[in-house]
């Protein structure tokens, strides 16, 4: 039987065209006047997950 792809994991991380994935780094939703400019501008960026986590979201996110 195929596998589901769990929706709530696919929202959060997005799979390159050469098979990387990618996530949005936390912190930015709130509290962010006592944070630094600098700190703002670098929590915007994507990031790539690494390891032993990038390989169980490839399997999530239907490799």
Not at 5 to 32: D, N
Not at 33 to 43: D, E, H, M, N, V
Request: net charge positive; aromatic share 2%.
């Amino acid at each position: 039987m195929k596998k589901k792809t769990r929706k709530s994991v696919a929202k959060r991380f997005k799979r390159t065209a050469k098979g990387k994935i990618l996530h949005k780094k936390p912190g930015r939703r709130h509290l962010a006047a006592s944070k630094t400019r600098k700190q703002k501008r670098r929590l915007r960026q994507n990031v790539q997950a690494g390891g032993k986590i990038a390989k169980s979201l490839g399997i999530e996110l239907g490799a």
